[in-house]
Nanobody
Framework: VQLQASGGGLVQPGGSLRLSCAAS????????IGWFRQAPGKEREFVAA????????YYADSVKGRFTISRDNVKNTVYLQMNSLKPEDTTVYYC??????????????????WGQGTLVTVSS
């Protein structure tokens, strides 16, 4: 099982970035893929998630309306399109795979597989 996150970088406030999470080594049908982020000294927090089967999406209130999560069934890849970025979005972003029930989709302890982080820096 492998999750490969990429796409981080430096962007000005108000700008956009698209993160990618390529999954391999397991069947995704029964999984949700989530994006989490963790700032130094803080807990890892939920950002967004998508169910591979059906495509239902879920967002943290802090990113709703600015971020969009989507999937490419052919490439086994999940994307996080981040628009209207703010300095407070600066941190390391991680993708993860798990099988949480809908009411627990935001719980990081229910995601069994994690990719390496990708750093997003929003600064002028």
């Amino acid at each position: 099982v492998q999750l490969q996150a990429s796409g981080g970088g430096l962007v000005q406030p108000g700008g956009s970035l698209r993160l990618s999470c390529a999954a391999s080594g397991f069947a995704l049908d029964n999984y949700a893929i989530g994006w989490f982020r963790q700032a130094p000294g803080k807990e890892r927090e939920f950002v967004a998630a998508i169910r591979w089967s059906g495509g239902s999406t879920y967002y943290a209130d802090s990113v709703k309306g600015r971020f969009t999560i989507s999937r490419d069934n052919v490439k086994n890849t999940v994307y996080l399109q981040m628009n209207s970025l703010k300095p407070e979005d600066t941190t390391v972003y991680y993708c993860a795979a798990g099988r949480p029930i809908t009411s627990a989709i935001r719980r990081r302890d229910l995601y069994a597989y994690w990719g390496q982080g990708t750093l997003v820096t929003v600064s002028s």
